[in-house]
């Protein structure tokens, strides 16, 4: 079993950006998921209502974050800029955030087609994972999510037509195991680094998003063949239980 990707996702909602290797920290990958849009409210936006979010590339600097539309069009956002405390809500976690000083940003929202903020975590994050001390970013539920190529396979198998594995946003991806057998772990090692695995994703309509168009598929695949036949369920929430250094090719130890 080895480690075959890394991944994060700096804004929540946008493409990924893979990593031969990567530091892992209590909050997750660096840079995964610190920075969001929002409403004026405060609201999360996610790609589940503007499914364009997932053709739009984020490219995080040392002092910001470059963000690239789907037409080529770039704005750069200064991390000094985020100054305001203001709270945003993503699920049922409502917690503090820095906003821009522009309260909206007249030229996402153009892109975009609602009012929308964009929003960064801070240093430390206001928010913490359900039940534990544990810093979480503004991920859905979890740090990390690690998926399995051979899954993929058999999920594929089902399918009318074949899907990716950045569908499903994970941050790890394995392979050199049997389909699902991902579900049955508990605790495990990448390298020096060990992972609770503490719940089973439960997948959305985000996974129906074609990646080349930003079109949800019209026969709701592959989420509606995972809804009837896996309870929608595919990859693992997790946490790290220390911090270390992770690699693509690392050795996969299941501990328990």
């Not at 946003?169 to 609770?196: C, D, H, T």
């Not at 309870?231 to 690699?247: D, E, Q, Y």
Request: hydrophobic share 40%; aromatic share 8%.
């Amino acid at each position: 079993m080895q480690l075959t990707e890394l991944i994060y996702y700096p804004v929540k909602s946008m493409r990924g950006i893979n990593m031969a290797q990567t530091e892992i920290l209590p909050m997750g990958i660096k840079h995964d998921r610190c920075w969001l849009l929002t409403d004026l409210t405060g609201n999360f936006i996610t790609a589940r209502k503007y499914p364009q979010l997932l053709l739009w590339q984020a490219t995080v600097e040392t002092d910001g974050l470059y963000l690239t539309a789907p037409d080529g069009e770039s704005r750069f956002f200064p991390t000094k800029k985020f100054t305001l405390t203001s709270n945003v809500t993503v699920w049922k976690d409502t917690f503090a955030a820095q906003q821009n000083t522009n309260d909206t940003d007249p030229w996402l929202s153009s892109k975009i087609g609602t009012q929308c903020r964009l929003n960064y975590i801070g240093a430390p994050s206001n928010r913490t994972l359900a039940g534990t001390d544990t810093p979480l970013s503004f991920a859905d539920g979890a740090p990390y999510l690690l998926t399995n190529q051979a899954s993929l396979a058999a999920l594929n198998a089902t399918l009318p037509r074949t899907v990716e594995m950045r569908r499903f946003r994970p941050n790890l991806v394995i392979n050199g195991i049997e389909a699902y057998e991902e579900e049955s772990w508990r605790e495990i090692q990448i390298g020096n680094v060990r992972f609770e695995l503490f719940k089973p994703c439960t997948r959305c309509v985000m996974t129906t998003v074609d990646l080349h168009n930003g079109e949800k598929d019209p026969q709701q695949q592959p989420l509606k063949t995972l809804a009837q036949t896996r309870k929608a369920i595919f990859g693992m929430n997790m946490r790290a239980l220390n911090s270390g250094t992770v690699a693509v090719g690392d050795a996969v130890t299941v501990l328990a």
